[in-house]
């Protein structure tokens, strides 16, 4: 009677080691890294090296380069883009680099040798079949850094409507798009401040003394009791009340309106009913002081 076991066997000797995937072993690592730092109400002392980074996972997608020297393509990167190491890279038995992770900015780089069984490989001679873009705070010094460092700038910076642009291919055959934005950009996060009202009792008479003592200028809103500032860092505007208690208010960006009033009201705050306008939904609330403010979940 054939053994059904016999489908398992390969061959190997039983007492040969196996190495496993560098990706898999270094996700092993970094989990058990991870539970040996957690906090489980002692007090523990732990000793990092200055190349190993916050190890928490990164965005929901990461690029995986391969290349071909991938010592040389940790320093470039560090070097270029000012990258930090995360951990120690897995270092195969052949001594290449099995995988390896780098943190830029809020965004997590991995990259590997390809060498092993993983059918993949570094770029050859053809054309890249993909860019990466990378948001920084200068482009025209890393492009500078890039080319000292041997890099083939593709695209010289230049000013777009988005942003300064410029595209390079870096020594191990992979081609990035840099992007510095506008001065006035950046990213949206619930609690950010929307609008600003200044709520006064006269509207007329605080659109005079702050046209004469900070140069504003005026566009009308709704009615005769509402006013524009344009230019203004958050938007701003004007609002004549003389029933409301003077001073700002603020209007705070969300992404989901329903969770938000509710955790005003679980804090102990009112929340009226968000309200459909043209740009998305408002809510009138008060905190637990008294203190009026809205939220704004954008369209």
Avoid at 53 to 73: C, E, F, H, K, N
Wanted: glycine content about 10%; some cysteine; proline content about 8%.
């Amino acid at each position: 009677m054939t053994d059904p076991l016999d489908a398992l066997r390969t061959g190997r000797d039983i007492a040969e080691p196996v190495n496993p995937d560098p990706r898999f072993a270094a996700a092993l690592r970094e989990r058990l890294r991870r539970a040996l730092l957690t906090d489980t109400g002692g007090t523990m002392t732990t000793t990092e090296n200055e190349t190993t980074q916050d190890l928490r996972w990164g965005p929901s997608l990461t690029p995986y380069l391969i290349v071909a020297d991938g010592r040389g393509a940790l320093d470039w990167y560090v070097r270029v883009f000012d990258a930090k190491r995360r951990g120690e890279p897995y270092v195969m038995e052949d001594g290449s680099i099995g995988h390896a992770e780098l943190a830029i900015g809020d965004a997590v780089l991995m990259l590997a040798e390809g060498t092993g069984d993983t059918p993949v490989a570094p770029p050859g001679e053809q054309l890249p079949s993909h860019s990466l873009h990378l948001q920084v705070s200068d482009v025209d010094a890393t492009v500078r850094r890039a080319e000292a460092a041997g890099a083939t700038i593709q695209r010289r910076p230049d000013d777009q409507g988005y942003g300064r642009v410029a595209a390079l291919l870096d020594p191990y055959g992979h081609r990035w798009v840099l992007n510095q934005p506008p001065v006035h950009a950046r990213m949206r996060h619930d609690g950010d401040v929307g609008y600003l009202t200044m709520v006064t009792p006269d509207a007329a008479m605080a659109r005079e003394f702050y046209g004469a003592v900070l140069g504003w200028h005026f566009v009308p809103g709704r009615d005769e009791n509402h006013w524009h500032i344009p230019g203004m860092q958050p938007m701003t505007g004007l609002s004549g009340d003389p029933d409301a208690l003077p001073g700002a208010r603020p209007f705070f960006r969300v992404s989901n309106m329903d969770t938000a009033l509710a955790a005003v009201r679980a804090a102990g705050g009112q929340a009226g009913p968000a309200q459909r306008q043209d740009y998305g939904l408002l809510a009138e609330c008060v905190d637990n002081q008294g203190v009026p403010f809205a939220l704004m979940q954008l369209n």
